[in-house]
C-alpha cells in the first residue's frame, strides 16, 4: 500500500515539474517569437493540442501564438484571419480565469504592441491596473520579473506606477 501511495506522489510531483519546464519553454518562446519567426512557428507547434477545456494560461497564449503567426504574415486578409482567431482565444482565456494574472499579462502585452486601427486596446487600463495591484502575490519570481520588466518600459505605465513596481519586489 505505501508503495502505490509512494508511486502516485511521485507520478503527480514529477508532472508539476514537466508543467513548471513547460511553461518556461512557452514564456521563453512567446519572448522570443517577438522577434524571430522560427520562436513564433515552434510556439505555435508546441500549443497546438491546447483547446477549451485546457488551462486558462495555455489558451492565453495560444491566442498570443496566433497574434504572432499574424505579425509575420504577408497576405493582409490572412494576417487579419490570425489576429481574430488570436483575440478569440485570449478572450477565452480571461473569460475562463478572470483572476489568472498571466494571462492578463499576456492580454496587456498583446494589446499595447497591436497597431490601434485593430481596435483591440480596450482592456489596457484594466489590465494595467489589474497587473500592478497583484504583483505583490506573484509567487513565481521569472513571471513575476517579466511583468515588472514590461511594466517598467511600457509606455502605459506613468513615472509614478514605475517607481513603485520596485517596492514590493
Not at 81 to 92: A, N, T
Not at 129 to 139: D, P
Amino acid at each position: 500500500m505505501k508503495i502505490w501511495v509512494l508511486f502516485i506522489l511521485s507520478a503527480f510531483l514529477g508532472s508539476g515539474r514537466n508543467e513548471k519546464s513547460d511553461l518556461k519553454r512557452i514564456r521563453d518562446l512567446y519572448a522570443q517569437s517577438a522577434t524571430l519567426k522560427t520562436a513564433a512557428d515552434k510556439l505555435l507547434k508546441t500549443l497546438s493540442e491546447v483547446d477549451e477545456s485546457s488551462v486558462a494560461v495555455l489558451i492565453g497564449y495560444k491566442g498570443a501564438a496566433e497574434m504572432m503567426q499574424a505579425k509575420y504574415g504577408i497576405n493582409p486578409i490572412n494576417k487579419f484571419k490570425r489576429f481574430k482567431k488570436g483575440r478569440s482565444w485570449i478572450e477565452k482565456a480571461v473569460a475562463k480565469d478572470p483572476g489568472d494574472l498571466e494571462v492578463r499579462y499576456l492580454r496587456f502585452t498583446i494589446q499595447t504592441n497591436l497597431p490601434s486601427f485593430l481596435f483591440y486596446d480596450e482592456h489596457i487600463k484594466q489590465d494595467k491596473t489589474f497587473l500592478i495591484e497583484n504583483l505583490v502575490a506573484v509567487k513565481d519570481k521569472e513571471l513575476k520579473e517579466n511583468i515588472i520588466n514590461y511594466l517598467s518600459t511600457t509606455k502605459y505605465c506613468s513615472e509614478q506606477e514605475r517607481k513603485g513596481l520596485f517596492y514590493d519586489r
